[in-house]
């Protein structure tokens, strides 16, 4: 059995991964909501992924899964209904949907996208959320929604990079060497 990034092992992950869908049923059943295949499905396939995905990235894998054609409002009504309950997120600058990291409550949060590896990281941030508050208010406006993404490299294709760099180039070093003795 392999492990994750986090040094867990897949059987964890994907016990992780079946309890996050579980709750997601319990709190639709406390709402007096359907938690219909499709619904559970997408997000499967989404807590599966582990970075954000599109709609069409999600209806591929549905019909992999069942072996059939699914059509493309299938998955966009599941994905409407798993943002509007709180059990995903949608990243706005990309058209691509992620599982909320605080499905449990609701939140204001701070999604990091690396431009690298296309992984997103969600962060709650009381302090921002304090702030976009007052300064709604002091403005007298009502936020219906709030988006706060912010784009850049990972620790993870930062060390990549470095370790790239840090590598000398065949041929480069000599090359230098010699011009450097012409000179």
Do not use: W
Not at 10 to 36: N, Q
């Amino acid at each position: 059995m392999g492990k994750d990034r986090s040094g867990r092992t897949d059987k964890t992950t994907v016990s992780s991964r079946a309890g996050r869908v579980e709750a997601a049923d319990a709190v639709c059943r406390e709402r007096g909501l359907s938690f219909t295949a499709p619904r559970r499905s997408v997000l499967e396939i989404l807590l599966k992924q582990g970075r954000p995905i599109g709609a069409y990235d999600v209806l591929r894998q549905m019909q992999r899964r069942a072996g059939r054609r699914i059509a493309p409002p299938t998955v966009y009504r599941a994905l409407e209904f798993l943002a509007a309950q709180g059990f995903i997120s949608k990243i706005e600058s990309k058209n691509l949907f992620v599982p909320c990291a605080h499905a449990d409550h609701p939140h204001a949060c701070v999604f990091f996208i690396c431009e690298g590896c296309g992984r997103s990281i969600e962060l709650e941030n009381r302090q921002i959320e304090q702030l976009f508050d007052h300064d709604a208010n002091s403005i007298g406006f009502r936020v219906c929604k709030r988006v706060v993404e912010i784009q850049g490299t990972c620790l993870e294709c930062l060390s990549s990079a470095s370790i790239k760099q840090a590598k000398p180039q065949k041929g480069k070093l000599d090359t230098d060497d010699e011009q450097g003795r012409q000179s």
